[in-house]
Nanobody, 122 residues
Framework: QVQLVESGGGLVQPGGSLRLSCAAS????????MGWYRQAPGKQRELVAV???????NYADSVKGRFTISRDNAKNTVYLQMNSLNPEDTAVYYC????????????????WGQGTQVTVSS
């Protein structure tokens, strides 16, 4: 079984910073992309940032210049450094990975973490 476990969410004041982490564990053959999505109350889940195995990144326009995604391939871990946070960043943040598990090594499949709450408020 593959699991994605997130950590690092919490309450922060506007202008503050948080760092999210997500570790993939279990029987993993290879990981193509890892990334972060978020879902605010009453809104659809949206892409925040994604990083490929070779380090290519893509960001939502709303977070460019403020958020940085990085990845440690040896640890199957992805990070999201969030700076200059504002109330509009308040959401549940979900980790995502597109990977081949050890038991289903013949195709890439999507896996999700359980989500971590980020609240930006004074």
């Amino acid at each position: 079984q593959v699991q994605l476990v997130e950590s690092g969410g919490g309450l922060v004041q506007p202008g503050g910073s948080l760092r999210l982490s997500c570790a993939a564990s279990g029987s993993i053959f290879s990981i193509k992309t890892m990334g972060w999505y978020r879902q605010a109350p009453g809104k659809q889940r949206e892409l925040v940032a994604v990083i490929t195995s070779d380090g290519t990144t893509n960001y939502a326009d709303s977070v460019k210049g403020r958020f940085t995604i990085s990845r440690d391939n040896a640890k199957n871990t992805v990070y999201l450094q969030m700076n200059s946070l504002n109330p509009e960043d308040t959401a549940v943040y979900y980790c995502h990975a597109n990977l081949k598990s050890g038991t289903r090594w013949y195709r890439y499949e999507d896996y999700w973490g359980q989500g971590t709450q980020v609240t930006v408020s004074s």
